[in-house]
């Protein structure tokens, strides 16, 4: 079944990804603690919170990155489309690419061109079709907002490219797989004000595609492109709903209390 039959199939309230008590560890320290919500299809779904305070640690359990670190654990139950990616037997590669990463720093592969880095993930996964990939390129190019900028220079190094188009280039390279969820893990934390405020106004018409889920420490970041906000402090789930709830009335003082600044 394809992504686009998956999302028709789908009854329109039912949770694209369900997590239920889940709790994280590094070894015997306790870094994310009993953390229960849905996340509909799309839609922005912004983390927020202190440094140290689980998001990212909770962002990376959605992939299965912490497969990668010695001495972590994850607990509960995490559903994509019903299924439990930490279940008996679930392949983890099968996971990313189903639920795709972007980070804080733009990393194009070095040594690939622009049009390699697109297609990175899709010769791993053996598509070999030159015609079917130079479509995916350019499409996955356009969902990025990147094609016009790079369609007459698609064969040297990625590296030419400013911070803000690598940064794209990385999210076109998310893309390229056609994953039902894209994590953000502060993507704009490492760029300038104009390139941020292009890949802010990049979700909004990626969400159409795609659910994503943001890690960000800018507050007015979350409040403009996120459909939803979670508030995490010390490892727990304070506070999480609508956007505009969040922070024009939070029901927590603690929620209150972050978003007008008052710590973090």
Partial sequence: MTQTQTQTARPQTAALLSA????IYYGSKQAVKHVTFDIQPN?????????????????????????????????????????????????????????GMVFQKPNPFPTMSIYDNVIAGLKLAGVRNRAQLDAIVERSLRQAALWDEVKDRLR????????????????????????E???????????????TAR?????G??????????????????????DTTSFF?????????????????????????????RFG
Avoid: W
Avoid at 20 to 23: A, L, N, T, W
Avoid at 181 to 191: G, K, N, Q, R, V
Avoid at 199 to 203: A, C, G, M, V
Avoid at 235 to 257: H, K, M, N, W, Y
């Fill in 181 to 195: 969820i894209l994590l953000m893990d502060e993507p704009t934390s490492a760029l300038d004000p104009q390139a």
């Fill in 43 to 99: 839609t922005v779904n912004a983390l927020i919170g202190p440094s140290g305070c689980g998001k990212t640690t909770f962002l990376r359990a959605i992939n299965r990155m912490h497969d990668m670190t010695p001495g972590a654990r994850v607990t509960g139950v995490i559903q994509l489309d019903g299924q439990d990616i930490y279940g008996e037997g679930v392949d983890p590669v099968a996971i990313r690419r189903r639920v």
């Fill in 156 to 179: 040297p190094p990625a590296t030419g490219l400013s911070g803000g188009q690598q940064q794209r280039l990385c999210i076109a390279r998310a893309l390229a797989v056609e994953p």
């Fill in 20 to 23: 239920q008590d889940v709790s």
């Fill in 205 to 226: 018409e990626l969400k159409k595609d795609v659910t994503i889920i943001i890690v960000t420490h800018n507050m007015q970041q979350a409040a403009r492109v996120s």
């Fill in 199 to 203: 890949i802010e106004d990049l979700l």
């Fill in 233 to 261: 402090l010390n490892g727990d789930l304070v506070e999480r709903g609508p956007t505009d709830q969040i922070f024009t009335s939070p029901r927590d003082e603690r929620t209150e209390a972050y978003v007008t600044g």
